[in-house]
């Protein structure tokens, strides 16, 4: 059986310049890379509009909107739906449960966006994103990249999660270890020469497996 391929954008990669684009969204039209400057973004994608776990999940950046705000980010979301059609969608949740969507959600009817971030994948549908997450930085570029299938929700304490580890490995030129939570030890850098070496195993200022991996409290 032959298999009629269509062409899609590849998925922009981490490090990459988040692809620049113009759009309307709920709040009016945006440039993007005019938009939230000198702020983290989370840009984000969704399905479709009157959808049960999509609701849940733009419920969830919704409820949670002060805790980003808080980390210097601005939220955007985004489906392959009219204006219109977020707007009815925005209203009815608001109305029926008392939750608002308070920040912008892009109409990317064209699918324009949507190809340009690589959020269409077509083995898992043509005409509706996937949930996508991308972890963007104030200057512009991708640091972190989530994708997870239609039918299964996103997680928004791993989301806030991993903003803390980017942002605090930004200060402190750390990284995180597995389940790392903000207060928890982080991993120093290893050493690159053998000076490095031999003063890292001399090193009692922090927990030492083996001089490539040691861990240290920050205050």
């Known amino acids: 059986m032959e298999v009629q391929e269509t062409a899609y954008?590849?998925?922009?990669?981490?490090?990459?310049?988040?692809?620049?684009?113009?759009?309307?969204?709920?709040?009016g039209p945006i440039k993007f890379s005019e938009f939230a400057r000198d702020k983290w973004v989370l840009l984000?994608?969704?399905?479709?509009?009157?959808?049960?776990?999509?609701?849940?999940?733009?419920?969830?950046?919704?409820t949670r909107k002060a805790?980003?705000?808080e980390l210097n980010t601005e939220l955007i979301g985004l489906s392959i739906d009219s204006v219109h059609a977020h707007l009815?969608?925005?209203?009815?949740?608001?109305?029926?449960?008392?939750?608002?969507?308070?920040?912008p959600i892009i109409a990317d009817i064209d699918m324009k966006?949507?190809?340009?971030?690589?959020?269409?994948?077509p083995n898992e549908s043509e005409t509706?994103?996937?949930?996508?997450?991308?972890?963007i930085d104030p200057s512009k570029k991708i640091r972190l990249i989530m994708y997870?299938?239609?039918?299964?929700?996103?997680?928004?304490?791993?989301?806030?999660?991993?903003?803390?580890?980017?942002?605090?490995?930004?200060?402190?030129?750390?990284?995180?270890?597995?389940?790392w939570q903000p207060g928890d030890k982080v991993i120093i850098p290893p050493p690159k020469t053998l000076d490095e070496m031999e003063?890292?195993?001399?090193?009692?200022?922090?927990e030492r497996v083996e001089f490539y991996l040691c861990k240290k409290e920050l205050s």
């Open 67 to 69: 805790e980003f705000e």
């Open 9 to 27: 954008n590849p998925m922009p990669r981490i490090g990459d310049q988040a692809p620049d684009f113009t759009a309307m969204t709920t709040k």
């Open 113 to 121: 966006v949507a190809k340009l971030y690589g959020m269409l994948q």
């Open 128 to 135: 509706a994103a996937v949930r996508a997450v991308f972890f």
């Open 199 to 206: 003063q890292r195993l001399q090193d009692t200022s922090c």
């Open 88 to 103: 009815g969608w925005v209203n009815n949740v608001r109305e029926k449960t008392g939750v608002y969507f308070d920040f």
């Open 148 to 179: 997870y299938p239609l039918n299964v929700g996103r997680n928004m304490d791993e989301i806030l999660r991993a903003l803390k580890a980017l942002q605090y490995s930004d200060k402190h030129g750390v990284a995180m270890p597995l389940n």
């Open 44 to 62: 984000f994608s969704h399905p479709a509009d009157f959808t049960p776990v999509c609701t849940t999940e733009m419920s969830g950046f919704a």
